[in-house]
Structures are given as structure tokens and as C-alpha cells.
């Protein structure tokens, strides 16, 4: 029994997938959030390198990836694809379960497979310095090591509450060399200003935002790196599900769903879209994104003009939104704590080429625990959002017997948030439903956009 299928590091793929030439309809415009009129490549220069600029808004389907970026996944690329045998038979299903794991890479997570290349643009376009925000972490550490593989200096500004509670992901940070800052900071005026009002202020990760734009756009030298929602991250995250269709033809499989936990949307389009694309050549396959009932943005939340960041600086997009003054409980998975989507993905769901769920806490820990025990990889909390999906795909499989082969993305491992599993086994944790008052409300703030 064929437990891990790999490919060999030649087959790391040579191109990224581009979803943008086919989406079903039209992007809608990214607003400049001072003049609300449609933002411009120039007025993106002070902020993102020309070549990320220009992959946002490209219309190539296959777009290089260059060899320098190739030579660093190789550390950890191709990810394998793991047959779940043990958690099938724990289930007692007659589904398949495959899963990708991004969890080897040096993070930990599968975001250094847009921070190496962003990493990697800023360097070849004279970028000096990166600064960029980080909430629990798991970008912050991604984007410091990228930025260590170019010689690129780098500042992160990690939310205080996060700084002070969650010490190792900063002494990962640092031991790439990074500069951590606790947010709100006196580097910045967005700072400043906070902590004139509230010098015991704990920070947000749109406080955080704001701090690393201001540095950003008011440096020379200096450029921001955002680790999820925008348009090339979802490129650079491609070379999962590329991977991944590759591993399960070796064995002769094509799932008949993919499913990725939703934050922000990166590992869910770096997942999915590859298999969106075969849907539109006429291929029977359903793309899930599962997302935490405490924060539902695909779910629950409209889809409509909103400012990417609660301060209102970061440019205004359509997407699926809960407003962007929603403050999301402190639930565990706090990488999928964001008021907003990816506008790719918020289009395909709204379109309904790709569908969502939300789950609750609990049965993700749950789920968690069950694939711990018979899988042995400890999931990230977040990551446990899609273990729940794929098992409630094979348990209906068994209700229904019938057979049915499932993909979902294991997005990273758990060991810098036992502290979550700590809780979890010591009975601490609760579930949490968004009230729905609550969302009307911070939805009453949208901007205006004609
Ligand atoms: C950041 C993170 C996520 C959520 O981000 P997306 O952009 O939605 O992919 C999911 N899993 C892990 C392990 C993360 O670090």
C-alpha cells in the first residue's frame, strides 16, 4: 500500500497557474481608498516591486517561475502527497483521502511559496528593505526567512498581544534575522497615534497593517509584502494543487473534491484553482473552502466593496466581507481571523463555481485529534478546518456507500500552537456563533463605490 507518493525535484513545476484569463466574468476594479476612483500601477510603485504589480493584473494563464525560486523550493518542493490509509480506516470509509502537506517547509506552513518569490522580486527590483505585519506569526516567519535567502533586511511588526503571548514564532523570526517590533510601535505615526490615545494599547493586525504600509511608502528603499488575499499570492500558491494533480495521476486518481481551510484565501486558491480550471474544461469536480463559523466571511458576509485593513488605508476591493471594523473572537486558528476574502475566491463562490462551509471550533479540534492519532502529524488549528471537511466527506461517503475520492491541503503543522491543544484537551474551549446583529452592524460601514 502506496502510503506517500513524491515527485522528484526536476518536477517542481516550472510555471505558476493564473486563474485571471479564466474567470468566469470580469475582475471588478481595486479602489484607491483616498480617492476612491480605480487604483493605478503607479500608485502601487511606493507599496509592491513592478513584477508583482504586473502579476496581479496579468492575463497569462502560465506565468515562469523563476529559476532562483525554483532552486529554494527545492528545500522543501515537491510537498508530498500522503494517502490518509489510517484515518480512512478509522472512519471506516469507503472514500480515498489524499492529502498535500505544506507543513515541511522551514515555517512550517505553506506560505514561504509566496514569500520566496516576493522575496525574490524585491530583490531583483532593488528592494532593500521589507517591512510587512504579522498577527500570530506564521507570515512574519515565512517572509523573514524569504527575505534571509535574498539578503534583504526586514521588519516586522507583530501584534503586541501576539508578541508577548506567543514568544517562539518572534525567536523564529529573529533567528532569521528579522527585526520584530511590537504593534502599535513609536517607529510610525499610525503608531504614535495609537499609543498617544492608549500607551496600553494590545494592537490589531489592522494596526499592524497600517504600520508597515506607513514604513513602506515612506522609505525609498523599503516595500511592503502581504502573505495572503491579493491576486499574485494566489498565483505563487499554485504549485500545490500543480503538484498535487501530478502525484494523483501517478496513481491513477482525480479527486472528486478539493477542499482548503479559508482565512484569507491563499492555500484554498493554491489548492483549488488548479482543479476550478479542469471544471471549466468540463471535468465533474466540487472545490470547498472551509472557513470557522466565528468568523464567516464566505459564509455569512456580503459580497461587496470593503477596505482591505480597519485603519482604511489598504486599497478598496470586491470580495466577500463581515466589514472591516468586524473584530473576529480570539478563537485559536488565527490565521483565519480576517474580516475579508481573496477577491478571486469571493468571485468563484459567488458565481458558485466553487462552494463554502463553515465549521465550528470544536469539531475542527476534534477532527484534529482524530487525525493526530491515526495520521501522527499535528495539524495547525487552522489546517484542521479542511481535516474537517475531507471527514465529513467520508463519512456521507460511507452513510451513502458509495466511493469517492477526496483531496484536501494540510496547510502546516501545530507545534508552535500546542498551546491551542493545550486548551482544547484541558475542556477550555467553547464554540462561538457570530451574532448576527453583530455582522449587520460592522456591515453598515461600507465604503461607498459606484
Ligand atoms: C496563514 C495560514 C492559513 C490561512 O491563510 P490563507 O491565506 O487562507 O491560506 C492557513 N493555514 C496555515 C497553516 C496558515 O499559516
Known amino acids: 500500500m502506496q502510503t506517500k507518493i513524491l515527485l522528484p525535484e526536476d518536477r517542481i513545476p516550472k510555471q505558476w497557474y493564473n486563474i485571471i484569463p479564466d474567470m468566469p466574468s470580469p475582475?471588478?476594479?481595486?479602489?484607491?481608498?483616498?480617492?476612491?476612483?480605480?487604483?493605478?500601477?503607479?500608485?502601487?510603485?511606493?507599496?509592491?516591486?513592478?513584477?508583482?504589480?504586473?502579476?496581479?493584473?496579468?492575463?497569462?494563464?502560465?506565468?515562469?517561475?523563476p529559476e532562483e525560486v525554483r532552486e529554494i523550493y527545492k528545500i522543501w518542493r515537491p510537498s508530498p502527497l500522503f494517502r490518509a490509509h489510517r484515518l480512512e480506516?478509522?472512519?471506516?470509509?469507503?472514500?480515498k483521502i489524499f492529502y498535500k502537506y505544506e507543513g515541511g517547509s522551514p515555517a512550517g506552513s505553506h506560505k514561504p511559496n509566496s514569500a520566496i518569490p516576493q522575496a525574490y522580486y524585491n530583490k531583483i527590483s532593488g528592494t532593500k528593505r521589507i517591512a510587512t505585519e504579522t498577527g500570530a506569526g506564521q507570515w512574519g516567519s515565512s517572509i523573514s526567512l524569504a527575505?534571509?535567502?535574498?539578503?534583504?533586511e526586514c521588519t516586522v511588526y507583530m501584534v503586541k498581544v501576539s508578541y508577548n503571548q506567543k514568544p517562539y514564532r518572534k525567536s523564529m523570526m529573529q533567528l532569521w534575522g528579522a527585526n520584530v517590533t511590537p504593534s502599535p510601535s513609536n517607529l510610525t505615526n499610525a503608531g504614535r497615534?495609537?499609543?498617544?490615545?492608549?500607551?496600553?494599547?494590545?494592537?490589531?493586525?489592522?494596526?499592524?497593517?497600517?504600520?508597515?504600509?506607513?514604513?513602506?511608502a515612506t522609505h525609498d528603499d523599503t516595500r511592503y509584502a502581504l502573505?495572503?488575499?491579493?491576486?499574485?499570492?494566489?498565483?505563487?500558491?499554485?504549485?500545490?494543487?500543480?503538484?498535487?494533480?501530478?502525484?494523483?495521476?501517478?496513481?491513477?486518481?482525480?479527486?472528486?473534491v478539493v477542499i482548503g481551510c479559508h482565512g484569507c484565501?491563499?492555500?484554498?486558491?493554491?489548492?483549488?484553482?488548479?482543479?476550478?480550471?479542469?471544471?471549466?474544461?468540463?471535468?465533474?469536480?466540487?472545490?470547498?473552502?472551509?472557513?470557522?463559523?466565528?468568523?464567516?466571511?464566505?459564509?455569512?458576509?456580503?459580497?461587496?466593496?470593503?477596505?482591505?485593513?480597519?485603519?482604511?488605508?489598504?486599497?478598496?476591493?470586491?470580495?466577500?466581507?463581515?466589514?472591516?471594523?468586524?473584530?473576529?473572537?480570539?478563537?485559536?486558528a488565527g490565521g483565519l481571523r480576517y474580516h475579508g476574502a481573496s477577491p478571486l475566491v469571493s468571485q468563484l463562490v459567488h458565481e458558485g463555481v466553487v462552494e463554502a462551509k463553515a465549521v465550528h471550533q470544536l469539531a475542527c479540534f476534534e477532527a484534529a485529534v482524530l487525525f493526530s492519532r491515526s495520521e501522527g502529524i499535528i495539524p495547525?488549528?487552522?489546517?484542521?478546518?479542511?481535516?474537517?471537511?475531507?471527514?465529513?466527506?467520508?463519512?456521507?461517503?460511507?452513510?451513502?456507500?458509495?466511493?469517492?475520492?477526496?483531496?484536501?491541503?494540510?496547510?502546516?503543522?501545530?507545534?508552535?500552537?500546542?498551546?491551542?491543544?493545550?486548551?482544547?484537551?484541558?475542556?477550555?474551549?467553547?464554540?462561538?456563533?457570530?451574532?448576527?446583529?453583530?455582522?449587520?452592524?460592522?456591515?453598515?460601514?461600507?465604503?461607498?463605490?459606484?
Open 27 to 65: 475582475l471588478a476594479p481595486v479602489i484607491h481608498p483616498g480617492t476612491m476612483q480605480p487604483v493605478s500601477p503607479d500608485d502601487l510603485l511606493p507599496i509592491f516591486p513592478m513584477p508583482l504589480i504586473e502579476q496581479e493584473v496579468s492575463t497569462e494563464r502560465w506565468i515562469d517561475i
Open 89 to 95: 480506516k478509522a472512519l471506516g470509509t469507503p472514500a
Open 147 to 152: 527575505c534571509q535567502m535574498f539578503g534583504l
Open 193 to 216: 497615534a495609537i499609543l498617544e490615545r492608549d500607551p496600553e494599547s494590545n494592537g490589531s493586525l489592522g494596526i499592524a497593517i497600517s504600520e508597515a504600509v506607513e514604513d513602506a
Open 227 to 256: 502573505g495572503s488575499v491579493l491576486n499574485h499570492v494566489c498565483l505563487h500558491q499554485s504549485v500545490i494543487g500543480l503538484e498535487a494533480k501530478e502525484q494523483l495521476a501517478m496513481v491513477g486518481e482525480y479527486p472528486d
Open 265 to 332: 484565501g491563499s492555500n484554498f486558491a493554491g489548492v483549488g484553482f488548479p482543479f476550478v480550471a479542469d471544471k471549466a474544461n468540463g471535468k465533474n469536480v466540487r472545490v470547498v473552502a472551509l472557513e470557522p463559523a466565528s468568523c464567516p466571511t464566505l459564509t455569512r458576509g456580503i459580497y461587496a466593496f470593503d477596505y482591505g485593513d480597519t485603519a482604511k488605508m489598504a486599497p478598496v476591493s470586491k470580495m466577500y466581507t463581515l466589514g472591516h471594523d468586524f473584530m473576529p473572537p480570539g478563537i485559536h
Open 380 to 450: 495547525a488549528p487552522e489546517s484542521s478546518h479542511a481535516i474537517r471537511g475531507a471527514i465529513d466527506e467520508a463519512l456521507q461517503a460511507k452513510e451513502e456507500g458509495k466511493e469517492k475520492t477526496i483531496l484536501f491541503n494540510l496547510s502546516g503543522h501545530g507545534h508552535v500552537d500546542m498551546a491551542a491543544y493545550d486548551d482544547f484537551l484541558g475542556d477550555k474551549l467553547n464554540d462561538y456563533e457570530y451574532p448576527e446583529e453583530a455582522i449587520k452592524e460592522s456591515l453598515a460601514h461600507l465604503p461607498k463605490v459606484d
